[in-house]
T-cell receptor, first 109, second 114 residues
Framework: QKEVEQNSGPLSVPEGAIASLNCTYS??????FFWYRQYSGKSPELIMS????GDKEDGRFTAQLNKASQYVSLLIRDSQPSDSATYLC?????????FGTGTRLTVIP | GAGVSQSPRYKVAKRGQDVALRCDPI?????LFWYQQALGQGPEFLTY????????KSGLPSDRFFAERPEGSVSTLKIQRTQQEDSAVYLC????????????FGPGTRLLVL
C-alpha cells in the first residue's frame, strides 16, 4: 500500500500570512506529485503539480519537492479567506493517485 | 462536455439495496478512474479504465462492487447489497491520455446507506 501522510490540521493562519502545508510519502519510485484543493462538499481541484526536486511557483502558490527525503510541501503566500479549504497531497504510482487525508486550512480575516 | 459529470448527486439506499452510479467523463478522455472518499478522508482509488478496458480493479473493496465502461465513454459503478460502511462520496475522474496526465474530477455522488 502506498502511504501518503499529512497533518490533518486544522491549520489556522491570519489573512496575508504564509500557510505551509506538508506531506511525506513512502513509495521511493514515485515521480509525480500533486496538490489538490477541496472545498467542503465539492470535488478536488488541481492547483499544483511537481515532478522534479526543487521549487515550482505559480502565483501565490509554491510547491517544493525533496525526493531524497520523500517530502513535498505547498506554500501559500498572502493567504486569503478564499483559500480556506482542505488541501490534499497526492502521489502517482503508475497511473493511480494515492491521496493523503488532507490538511484543513482556515484563513482568518 | 465541459467537465466530468456524475449522477445522481445524492443517493439514499436501504441496506441490502443495489445502487448504480453513473460517470460521464470529459469528451475524448481515454482514462477514467473511480475513487471512494469517506468523511474526513482523502479519496481512495477503486478502479481504472483505459477506454473500455478495466486495467486495474485492485481498489474495489469487495465483490459487491462492480464497474464497467462498455463503450469506452460513460462508466457505471454498481454496488450490490449495500452496507452501511459503503456510505461515502464516490468520485469519478478522467484524463486525456493513458493515465499519466492531470485527472479532472467530477462533483461526486454522495451515497448514504441506512
Amino acid at each position: 500500500q502506498k502511504e501518503v501522510e499529512q497533518n490533518s490540521g486544522p491549520l489556522s493562519v491570519p489573512e496575508g500570512a504564509i500557510a505551509s502545508l506538508n506531506c511525506t510519502y513512502s513509495d521511493r519510485v514515485s515521480q509525480s506529485f500533486f496538490w489538490y484543493r477541496q472545498y467542503s462538499g465539492k470535488s478536488p481541484e488541481l492547483i499544483m503539480s511537481i515532478y522534479s526536486n526543487g521549487d515550482k511557483e505559480d502565483g501565490r502558490f509554491t510547491a517544493q519537492l525533496n525526493k531524497a527525503s520523500q517530502y513535498v510541501s505547498l506554500l501559500i503566500r498572502d493567504s486569503q479567506p478564499s483559500d480556506s479549504a482542505t488541501y490534499l497531497c497526492a502521489v502517482r504510482s503508475a497511473v493511480n493517485l494515492f491521496f493523503g487525508t488532507g490538511t484543513r486550512l482556515t484563513v482568518i480575516p | 462536455g465541459a467537465g466530468v459529470s456524475q449522477s445522481p448527486r445524492y443517493k439514499v439506499a436501504k441496506r441490502g439495496q443495489d445502487v448504480a452510479l453513473r460517470c460521464d467523463p470529459i469528451s475524448g478522455h481515454v482514462s477514467l478512474f473511480w475513487y471512494q472518499q469517506a468523511l474526513g478522508q482523502g479519496p481512495e482509488f477503486l478502479t481504472y479504465f483505459q477506454n473500455e478496458a478495466q486495467l486495474d480493479k485492485s481498489g474495489l473493496p469487495s465483490d459487491r462492487f462492480f464497474a464497467e465502461r462498455p463503450e469506452g465513454s460513460v462508466s457505471t459503478l454498481k454496488i450490490q447489497r449495500t452496507q452501511q460502511e459503503d456510505s461515502a462520496v464516490y468520485l469519478c475522474a478522467s484524463s486525456r491520455g493513458q493515465g499519466a496526465e492531470t485527472q479532472y474530477f467530477g462533483p461526486g455522488t454522495r451515497l448514504l446507506v441506512l
